[in-house]
């Protein structure tokens, strides 16, 4: 995570959600940042400014006077931190800072704040479809402030439908969004990841080790660093990344599809998933019963994805991954010619820590051109990140050339 020594301000409003800010903050700090707590005055009518302190180990600033205050804290806190992040952000609350109004310590740090803002809109779905409401959060989103939806679902008041606080790890994830460089704005990046399921039968099928760890960690930090992100996944037991769109296939052919079909909108391919080379010639309508001894199948090639969109290139930035037991940068060299790729990531899979399942990977970056960049034993999301450096320099020659020659 993007957390390590940032600093946070948690703005916690006067909603019945403001028991969750409490794991908002927990989940912050278990990510490596500190977190300073603001409580309105209706806040701590749904929960006292002690739990906050202690799950933070700082003392939580309540009010703009009284003996408890800190002179000029409403400047300072705004322009001290990283980011602020309002959660659960009222009604109300959305109002007055759309308004201009500052009359409390939060919303006149927010007239004073000069870091980026994240508002977590949690209310009554009457609420939230207030046609006043809406035009707020417009202001809001027009002023450059990053608002997140609420999540649908049974509300306090009885009813179902928008105005839950988003779950905390969604939170946490836009925070994210909020501290990352945003040098991939405006990029459209097609992200594949975890393995295909080949079916035998209605029950059976073939596949492979790949968890979606790495394809995953790269969708992640692309939208984090402002790309339009699409992840196109085979079968795994990850949650879909926020803010990507996320489309699920099992088989091969069906990535196949959707891979071609969005390709000549994007700028980068990054192929993370691990495809079956095979599939059962012949896929069994029912299930296929106990009965020889000993059973042999056929099977039969899967087309090559990365192959098939190097014929429809249109400047596209092709990322391929090899997983390799042997002669790996020779394999994965071999791979990049015959796939036409701009980088290859190369990583050998015999090491208990790295490659398949695991949260960490070494790998090499081989460049189309240039020299190859071992890199450590990282997190996968550092292995996304170091990539994704590459991707953004790959994009900038590109740019340069496409200027150079027109
Ligand atoms: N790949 C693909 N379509 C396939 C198989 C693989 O697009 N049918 C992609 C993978 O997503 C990966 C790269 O090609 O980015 C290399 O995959 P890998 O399985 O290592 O290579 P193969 O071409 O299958 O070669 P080999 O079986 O000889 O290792």
């Given at each position: 995570?993007?957390?390590?020594?940032?600093?946070?301000?948690?703005?916690?409003?006067?909603?019945?959600?403001?028991?969750?800010?409490?794991?908002?903050?927990?989940?912050?700090?278990?990510?490596?940042?500190?977190?300073?707590?603001?409580?309105?005055?209706?806040?701590?009518?749904?929960?006292?400014?002690?739990?906050?302190?202690?799950?933070?180990?700082?003392?939580?600033?309540?009010?703009?006077?009284?003996?408890?205050?800190?002179?000029?804290?409403?400047?300072?806190?705004?322009?001290?931190?990283?980011?602020?992040?309002?959660?659960?952000?009222?009604?109300?609350?959305?109002?007055?800072?759309?308004?201009?109004?500052?009359?409390?310590?939060?919303?006149?740090?927010?007239?004073?704040?000069?870091?980026?803002?994240?508002?977590?809109?949690?209310?009554?779905?009457?609420?939230?479809?207030?046609?006043?409401?809406?035009?707020?959060?417009?202001?809001?989103?027009?002023?450059?402030?990053?608002?997140?939806?609420?999540?649908?679902?049974?509300?306090?008041?009885?009813?179902?439908?928008?105005?839950?606080?988003?779950?905390?790890?969604?939170?946490?994830?836009?925070?994210?969004?909020?501290?990352?460089?945003?040098?991939?704005?405006?990029?459209?990046?097609?992200v594949?990841?975890?393995?295909?399921?080949?079916?035998?039968?209605?029950?059976?099928?073939?596949?492979?080790?790949?968890?979606?760890?790495?394809?995953?960690?790269l969708?992640?930090?692309?939208?984090?660093?402002?790309?339009?992100?699409?992840?196109?996944?085979?079968?795994?037991?990850?949650?879909?990344?926020?803010?990507?769109?996320?489309?699920?296939?099992?088989?091969?052919?069906?990535?196949?599809?959707?891979?071609?079909?969005?390709?000549?909108?994007?700028?980068v391919l990054l192929m993370a998933?691990?495809?079956?080379?095979?599939?059962?010639?012949?896929?069994?309508?029912?299930?296929?019963?106990?009965?020889?001894?000993?059973?042999?199948?056929?099977?039969?090639?899967?087309?090559?994805?990365?192959?098939?969109?190097?014929?429809?290139?249109?400047?596209?930035i092709v990322v391929g991954f090899?997983?390799?037991?042997?002669?790996?940068?020779?394999?994965?060299?071999?791979?990049?010619?015959?796939?036409?790729l701009d980088l290859i990531v190369?990583?050998?899979?015999?090491?208990?820590?790295?490659?398949?399942?695991?949260?960490?990977?070494?790998?090499?970056l081989?460049?189309?051109?240039?020299?190859?960049?071992?890199?450590?034993?990282?997190?996968?999301?550092?292995?996304?990140?170091?990539i994704l450096?590459q991707v953004?320099?790959l994009?900038?020659?590109?740019?340069?050339?496409?200027?150079?020659?027109?």
């Amino acid at each position: 995570m993007a957390f390590l020594g940032k600093r946070i301000l948690l703005g916690v409003t006067g909603g019945i959600a403001a028991y969750k800010a409490a794991e908002v903050a927990r989940r912050l700090i278990g990510a490596g940042a500190r977190v300073k707590v603001v409580m309105t005055r209706s806040a701590q009518e749904f929960v006292g400014p002690l739990t906050f302190a202690a799950l933070t180990g700082e003392k939580v600033a309540t009010a703009m006077f009284g003996p408890a205050s800190e002179p000029l804290e409403h400047v300072a806190l705004g322009q001290e931190v990283d980011a602020i992040v309002v959660a659960p952000a009222t009604a109300n609350f959305i109002g007055k800072v759309a308004g201009g109004i500052g009359d409390d310590l939060l919303t006149t740090i927010m007239l004073a704040a000069t870091r980026p803002v994240l508002i977590c809109p949690a209310m009554n779905a009457g609420m939230w479809a207030n046609l006043v409401v809406q035009g707020n959060l417009a202001r809001l989103k027009g002023r450059g402030l990053m608002v997140m939806e609420p999540a649908a679902g049974p509300l306090a008041c009885g009813a179902v439908g928008l105005g839950r606080l988003p779950e905390p790890d969604l939170i946490v994830e836009a925070v994210a969004g909020l501290l990352s460089p945003q040098d991939l704005t405006g990029r459209q990046v097609l992200v594949t990841a975890g393995p295909t399921h080949e079916d035998f039968d209605p029950v059976r099928f073939l596949t492979n080790r790949s968890s979606g760890k790495q394809g995953y960690a790269l969708a992640r930090v692309a939208w984090r660093r402002g790309a339009g992100v699409t992840l196109v996944s085979g079968p795994t037991s990850l949650p879909a990344p926020y803010g990507v769109k996320y489309v699920a296939v099992r088989s091969a052919r069906d990535m196949g599809v959707e891979v071609k079909a969005r390709f000549p909108e994007v700028d980068v391919l990054l192929m993370a998933a691990a495809v079956s080379d095979y599939r059962p010639t012949q896929a069994e309508v029912r299930k296929i019963k106990r009965s020889q001894e000993e059973m042999a199948f056929h099977l039969t090639q899967n087309p090559d994805i990365l192959k098939q969109v190097a014929g429809l290139k249109s400047g596209q930035i092709v990322v391929g991954f090899a997983a390799e037991t042997h002669d790996l940068e020779a394999e994965a060299r071999r791979k990049m010619r015959e796939k036409h790729l701009d980088l290859i990531v190369a990583n050998d899979v015999n090491r208990p820590d790295s490659g398949f399942q695991v949260d960490t990977n070494e790998v090499t970056l081989i460049p189309r051109i240039g020299a190859p960049v071992p890199l450590p034993l990282l997190s996968k999301e550092e292995v996304a990140a170091k990539i994704l450096d590459q991707v953004v320099a790959l994009l900038e020659t590109r740019d340069g050339d496409h200027a150079k020659n027109t």
